[in-house]
């Protein structure tokens, strides 16, 4: 390859990276794909990131140990990247075992022989030191100014993806698992089968948003924010939601506040996630064609998350039994769902549930009430029996 080639395929290289990196939210996979990607713009060996984790003071990454993973810490200030991260400098090694700072961890564990190193700080967009890049073995030859310059522009870019990433993991984790149960709280009195009834709002609703070609980011926030869409129910009376036969007038006055009491008890949240689950508690009974409530908003005054959280609930609601009703199959929820097109709901909406109507049934037919939503929780909860 001549230079002008070189440049022009390393060129080509970043550009896909750009794309690649920003549709990914799950960190472990991100760092994946990042380490793959850099293995190839920069034809090294191995590719490892380091996160600095703050609590613990240490930088992890997760190596590759033939099909297993396993991860390794090191000390803020220790080892090469431990260096890097506390200066906030570039080291460019030519050979590793004379270096005094290098700390054969993980060519102990890995039984692998580093020879040159080129490790760059990431930084966050504030600045902040948030991990390193170690890129290893560059073939034929060191690592090169020209290499310096794309690993510094590539852990640039990766930085505000994997903040991102982190935000999600540390939503999921703790945020998330907290609004899940509130969810649960608020709608296990009236169903059975809450956690069920959950995961497919969830699930459905972000299949739905797919299907629309709505970006990777927003589907994931209409996965996580979906399931709070009737936690206004808290604010209504075991008379009302628990009736077993058909509403009064009066009665279904009463029960239509739940969408405002949901909005009320979201809007004020400071997270852009629960500002979307704001939204769609607020506006997931309006409809299209301005006869819903609480507001009898119309067509695209009805923000997009809700008329497609609005169409999820209404199929899944009359595919479930409740007090009040019997269930009913799929295939008459569906043909009610297009009845409704351009009436209830947004016809672009219904549009896109019926190009994934074969995954919902899908997955209506997997009853063990595992949640996606947040592994883990649905066994929980099963425990308790909710
Ligand atoms: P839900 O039971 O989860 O139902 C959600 C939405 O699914 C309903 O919103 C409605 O649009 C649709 N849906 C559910 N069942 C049927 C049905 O049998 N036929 C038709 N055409 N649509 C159905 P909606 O009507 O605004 O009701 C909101 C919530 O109010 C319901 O949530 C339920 O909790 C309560 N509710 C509504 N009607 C009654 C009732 O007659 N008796 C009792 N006890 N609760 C009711
Ligand atoms: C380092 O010393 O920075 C990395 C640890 C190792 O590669 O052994
Ligand atoms: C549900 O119970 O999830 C649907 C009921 C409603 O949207 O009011
Ligand atoms: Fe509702």
Same mark, same amino acid.
Not at 250 to 271: D, P, R
């Given at each position: 390859?001549?230079?002008?080639?070189?440049?022009?395929?390393?060129?080509?290289?970043?550009?896909?990276?750009?794309?690649?990196?920003?549709?990914?939210?799950?960190?472990?996979?991100?760092?994946?794909?990042?380490?793959? *990607?850099?293995? =190839?713009?920069?034809?090294?060996?191995?590719?490892?990131?380091?996160?600095?984790?703050?609590?613990?003071?240490?930088?992890?990454?997760?190596?590759?140990?033939?099909?297993?993973?396993?991860?390794?810490?090191? #000390?803020?200030?220790? +080892?090469?990247? +431990?260096?890097?991260?506390?200066?906030? *400098?570039?080291?460019?090694?030519?050979? @590793?075992? *004379?270096?005094?700072?290098? =700390?054969?961890?993980?060519?102990?564990?890995?039984?692998?022989?580093?020879? =040159?190193?080129?490790?760059?700080?990431?930084?966050?967009?504030? +600045?902040?030191?948030?991990?390193?890049?170690?890129?290893?073995?560059?073939?034929?030859?060191?690592?090169?100014?020209?290499?310096? +310059?794309?690993?510094?522009?590539?852990?640039?870019?990766?930085?505000?993806?994997? %903040?991102? @990433?982190?935000?999600?993991?540390?939503?999921?984790?703790?945020?998330?698992?907290?609004?899940?149960?509130?969810?649960?709280? !608020?709608?296990?009195?009236?169903?059975?089968?809450?956690?069920?009834?959950?995961?497919?709002?969830?699930?459905?609703?972000?299949?739905?948003?797919?299907?629309? &070609?709505?970006?990777?980011?927003?589907?994931?926030?209409?996965?996580?924010?979906? #399931?709070?869409?009737?936690?206004?129910?808290?604010?209504?009376?075991?008379?009302? $939601? $628990?009736?077993?036969?058909?509403?009064? !007038?009066?009665?279904?006055?009463?029960?239509?506040?739940?969408?405002?009491?949901?909005?009320?008890?979201?809007?004020?949240?400071?997270?852009? $996630?629960?500002?979307?689950?704001? /939204?769609?508690? &607020?506006?997931?009974?309006? /409809?299209?064609? &301005?006869?819903?409530?609480?507001?009898?908003?119309?067509?695209? *005054?009805? #923000? $997009?998350?809700?008329?497609?959280?609005?169409?999820?609930?209404?199929?899944?609601?009359?595919?479930?039994?409740?007090?009040?009703?019997?269930?009913?199959?799929? =295939?008459?929820?569906?043909?009610?769902?297009?009845?409704?097109?351009?009436?209830?709901?947004?016809?672009?909406?219904?549009?896109?549930? %019926?190009?994934?109507?074969?995954?919902?049934?899908?997955?209506?037919?997997?009853?063990?009430?595992?949640?996606?939503?947040?592994?883990?929780?649905?066994?929980?909860?099963?425990?308790?029996?909710?």
């Amino acid at each position: 390859m001549t230079r002008a080639e070189e440049l022009e395929n390393r060129l080509r290289l970043l550009v896909n990276f750009g794309g690649a990196v920003s549709k990914e939210t799950n960190l472990s996979k991100l760092l994946e794909l990042i380490a793959e *990607q850099v293995k =190839t713009i920069l034809s090294c060996d191995r590719c490892s990131v380091f996160i600095l984790d703050r609590h613990t003071n240490e930088l992890w990454s997760k190596v590759a140990l033939g099909m297993q993973h396993t991860e390794i810490r090191v #000390p803020f200030g220790k +080892g090469i990247v +431990g260096h890097v991260a506390s200066t906030g *400098q570039t080291l460019n090694i030519t050979d @590793a075992y *004379q270096d005094q700072r290098f =700390t054969h961890d993980i060519d102990r564990v890995t039984g692998y022989r580093t020879r =040159t190193i080129l490790a760059v700080p990431m930084k966050n967009v504030g +600045g902040h030191i948030i991990g390193v890049f170690e890129a290893m073995n560059k073939a034929g030859s060191p690592f090169d100014v020209d290499d310096e +310059g794309i690993l510094q522009l590539i852990s640039s870019l990766a930085a505000s993806a994997i %903040e991102n @990433a982190q935000l999600y993991e540390s939503l999921s984790k703790s945020q998330l698992e907290t609004i899940y149960r509130l969810a649960v709280t !608020a709608e296990y009195r009236d169903q059975q089968d809450t956690a069920i009834h959950l995961r497919h709002i969830s699930e459905y609703s972000a299949m739905i948003a797919q299907g629309m &070609g709505i970006p990777e980011r927003e589907v994931e926030s209409i996965r996580y924010a979906s #399931p709070l869409h009737d936690i206004g129910k808290v604010g209504i009376s075991d008379a009302i $939601l $628990l009736k077993p036969g058909r509403l009064t !007038a009066e009665e279904f006055e009463e029960m239509k506040k739940h969408t405002v009491y949901g909005a009320k008890i979201l809007c004020n949240a400071e997270s852009s $996630l629960l500002q979307i689950a704001c /939204k769609i508690a &607020g506006s997931h009974h309006e /409809k299209f064609d &301005g006869g819903g409530y609480p507001a009898r908003l119309k067509g695209e *005054q009805i #923000p $997009l998350y809700a008329r497609i959280v609005s169409v999820a609930d209404v199929f899944d609601a009359l595919c479930m039994p409740r007090v009040y009703k019997p269930k009913w199959d799929a =295939t008459k929820a569906r043909e009610y769902i297009r009845e409704e097109s351009g009436k209830s709901f947004d016809p672009a909406v219904v549009e896109a549930f %019926e190009s994934v109507y074969g995954e919902i049934v899908k997955l209506q037919a997997v009853t063990d009430g595992k949640s996606t939503i947040i592994p883990g929780i649905t066994k929980e909860m099963n425990r308790h029996n909710i």
